[in-house]
């Protein structure tokens, strides 16, 4: 089968066609993977891919830019550097009405026109401004990442632009050793309260036993009790 050039499947139109439970022979999605690099780590700084048009990308050419784009990262970053991430799948199902190819193939293919066709690929759906690619790391290989993605560009059938943000980590690998020492900090904070509330408890322990003394006082009371039963009895 001939593939029919990208343009054909580029523009966005109807509705999408993504039920391939009522559909047979999908072809698989050429995509391996959606992140790669070190996927364990968190990084300060984000560098996206963003598209400036509404149009559709072929799981082929989702793939070629995936492969540039990590093999120009693992070549000029290294593997444990970066975090690359796929944002899009292609979820719509491209269909097309098949036809003879050759010498007098207009005489042999003609047909119904706008025929339903038979699912040929996929392709992601993109709107203007939405991110495709993105990878984390630190700012010193800022400009390397930046060339990848350039590269994974030429790869799409709409123009893009780069977008460069600073991101807050939470703290698995670069920022544990910060949180770790705000805990440091807080926890003679904590033993300090704790201190603080055992000391008026501390303080009345004197007053509990003050009341003990106290408690310890009815025998005299009973004494003196004791003491006036004879004198009761002395009455009688």
Do not use: W
């Not at 693992?74 to 444990?80: C, H, I």
């Amino acid at each position: 089968m001939v593939r029919k050039p990208a343009k054909m499947y580029r523009n966005v139109n109807k509705k999408a066609y993504t039920r391939r439970k009522y559909m047979g022979g999908v072809p698989g999605s050429k995509i391996v993977q959606y992140e790669m690099g070190n996927l364990s780590q968190e990084f300060p700084t984000e560098v996206d891919l963003i598209v400036e048009e509404t149009c559709q990308i072929r799981h082929s050419a989702l793939e070629a830019a995936r492969i540039t784009a990590n093999r120009r990262l693992m070549k000029e970053v290294g593997r444990s550097n970066f975090h690359f991430k796929v944002r899009v799948f292609p979820h719509h199902v491209l269909r097309e009405n098949k036809q003879a190819t050759g010498a007098g193939a207009d005489r042999v293919s003609e047909g119904m026109r706008l025929a339903f066709g038979k699912a040929v690929g996929t392709a992601a759906r993109m709107s203007a401004g939405q991110k495709l690619l993105t990878v984390f790391s630190t700012p010193q290989y800022l400009e390397k990442i930046k060339d990848a993605l350039r590269h994974a560009g030429h790869k799409l059938p709409t123009p893009s632009h780069l977008k460069v943000s600073e991101i807050k980590v939470s703290g698995r690998v670069i920022a544990a050793p910060k949180l770790v020492g705000e805990k440091v900090v807080a926890a003679p904070v904590v033993a300090e309260e704790a201190a603080a509330a055992a000391e008026p408890a501390k303080g009345a322990a004197p007053a509990k036993g003050g009341k003990d003394a106290g408690k310890g006082a009815a025998p005299a009371k009973v004494d003196e009790k004791k003491g006036a039963a004879p004198a009761k009895g002395g009455k009688k």
